[in-house]
């Protein structure tokens, strides 16, 4: 059975940083890119962030690129999102997902499988 568990949300103040972990059972992550959305309250769920099968290759939203940074490791059957410099619009549950191919973007449809996510406040 394929499990994802997020981790790492709490609350924060602006400027702050949180690491948020993707921790994938049941199955490898390796063959698999992988993916982190987030949904604020009253909005649809929105990209974030997508990573490549091999880490190589990365794919991060305008509203959060050169404050975010995604990464994996493959040997942990982890994934990861560093974030920097947050600000009040970061308020979200971010979901991590699995996507469907070795490489993927930024459409839900993408993605097989979900976490039940982690929610992320940050106070201004």
């Known amino acids: 059975q394929v499990q994802l568990v997020e981790s790492g949300g709490g609350l924060v103040q602006s400027g702050g940083s949180l690491k948020l972990s993707c921790a994938a059972s049941g199955y490898s992550i390796r063959p698999h890119a992988m993916g982190w959305f987030r949904q604020a309250p009253g909005k649809e769920r929105e990209f974030v962030a997508a990573i490549a099968w091999s880490g190589g290759g990365t794919y991060v939203a305008d509203p959060v690129k050169g404050r975010f940074t995604i990464s994996r490791d493959n040997a942990k059957n982890t994934m990861y999102l560093q974030m920097n410099t947050l600000k009040p619009e970061d308020t979200a549950v971010y979901y991590c997902?699995?996507?469907?191919?070795?490489?993927?973007?930024?459409?839900?449809?993408?993605?097989?499988?979900w976490g039940q996510g982690t929610q992320v406040t940050v106070s201004s």
């Open positions: 997902a699995r996507a469907r191919y070795a490489t993927s973007g930024s459409g839900l449809d993408e993605y097989d499988y």
